[in-house]
């Protein structure tokens, strides 16, 4: 399977783990987030990808609430992704994030649900939980 995302490449936030972490993490009220939308298009990468400001909103809603944010192939068809947030700098501040992707028919995004706790105990210190900021 050939992928397109490349180290240093750059994907519409809307449509990626890492991307709608950060936009949680920005855009904590509805107004600042329809700010940010405004008159820009959300451009589907796939089928999938979330394409509307209602529908999004909905995601980084869920999102804060989980504490972890999921790609079910909406950037890359076949690949499914978790992410988490991560304190670079300041503990508990949210400034990044890391994610873990998978072949979608060798890993299901169910299965990354099951292992949300490992993968945050492998970021150790770094993992910040959404519910606390």
């Known amino acids: 399977m050939r992928l397109t995302s490349v180290i240093g490449g750059r ?14 993490e920005r855009y ?18 796939t089928q999938a990808t979330v394409t509307n400001a209602d529908a999004l909103w909905r995601e980084l809603e869920l999102c804060r609430a989980r ?12 690949v499914e992704c978790i992410a988490v947030p991560i304190a670079l700098h300041v503990p508990g501040r949210i400034d990044g994030a890391v994610s873990v992707s998978a072949i979608a ?3 299901s995004v169910s299965s990354l649900i099951r292992r949300i706790d490992e993968i945050r105990d492998e970021l150790g210190s770094l993992a910040v939980d959404f519910s606390r900021t």
Not at 12 to 19: I, Q, S
Not at 36 to 44: F, K
Not at 67 to 76: I, K
């Open 105 to 107: 028919v060798r890993t």
């Open 28 to 45: 904590r009220d509805r107004g600042g987030f329809d700010d940010w939308v405004g008159a820009r298009s959300l451009t589907a990468r």
């Open 11 to 24: 994907n519409p936030a809307h449509a990626t783990g890492v991307g709608k972490v950060l936009l949680a």
């Open 67 to 78: 504490g972890y944010a999921l790609d079910e192939q909406e950037s890359e068809v076949g």
